[in-house]
């Protein structure tokens, strides 16, 4: 079964530093989903990449999925401390897949001021 | 914004017993799904609902588990008899068409004791 690994499971950066995560999958990926989640809260959706080689940006927050569509990384630039939370990736299970994701264990990202 | 609401936020409930959670989708959208997340491990699929039936449902989702859209706004996930490890957050999610990202409601975390 399709299993995505997620590095790294935590991260702890100054405010005003860049930082990446990254989301390995064992299969081709037919959608990727990013969503933040902070604690005791639900998921908020981020950036979605279904296509290979796409890469799509929304304020200092960059995602990418690769040419194979086995791997996607999600880039903050200038972190603030707004930034912190659960970082989720989540993916269709399938080609035909309705919303059934599948998601990784999260990275929780601390920003210090 | 539009969002996903879930009432209750909390829930507990004895072993043994009948639960229902509760969802309000997003008024326009189409595709109404349950997740759940057992404290410390991954989000997790339940099941899928489009059109009046269970499009998907994942191996977590038994008899004991079922789901209802009674009118044109409300989505609920009835567990009959409770367990233990029923005990979790349970999300909401909808969409608007196929194509589109999830957008979940900030859940229902349900004790169980």
């Known amino acids: 079964s399709q299993e995505l690994e997620q590095s790294p499971q935590s991260l702890i950066v100054q405010e005003g530093k860049n930082l990446t995560i990254n989301c390995t999958s064992s299969?081709?990926?037919?959608?990727l989903y990013w969503y933040k989640q902070k604690y005791g809260e639900g998921l908020i959706f981020l950036m979605m990449?279904?296509?290979?080689?796409e890469e799509k940006s929304h304020e200092k927050i960059t995602a990418k999925l690769d040419e194979k569509k086995q791997q996607s990384s999600l880039h903050i630039t200038a972190s603030q401390p707004s930034h912190a939370g659960i970082y989720l990736c989540?993916?269709?299970?399938?080609?035909?897949?309705?919303?059934?994701?599948?998601f990784g264990k999260g990275t929780k990202l601390s920003v210090k001021p | 914004e539009p969002e996903v609401t879930q009432t209750p936020s909390h829930q507990v409930t004895q072993m043994g017993q009948e639960v229902i959670l509760r969802c309000v989708p997003i008024?326009?959208?189409?595709?109404f799904y349950w997740y759940r997340q057992i404290l410390g491990q991954k989000v997790e699929f339940l099941v899928s609902?489009?059109?009046?039936?269970?499009?998907?449902k994942s191996e977590i989702f038994d008899d004991q588990f079922s789901v209802e859209r009674p009118d044109g706004s409300n989505f609920t996930l009835k567990i009959r008899s409770t367990k233990l490890e029923d005990s979790a957050m349970y999300f909401c999610?909808?969409?608007?068409?196929?194509?589109?990202?999830?957008?979940f409601g900030n859940g229902t975390r349900l004790t169980v004791t």
């Open positions: 999610a909808s969409k608007p068409r196929v194509d589109s990202p999830l957008h």
């Open positions: 299969k081709t990926l037919y959608g």
């Open positions: 990449l279904q296509k290979g080689g």
């Open positions: 989540g993916a269709d299970k399938g080609r035909g897949s309705q919303g059934n994701l599948i």
């Open positions: 008024s326009n959208h189409l595709y």
């Open positions: 609902f489009y059109n009046n039936e269970i499009s998907e």
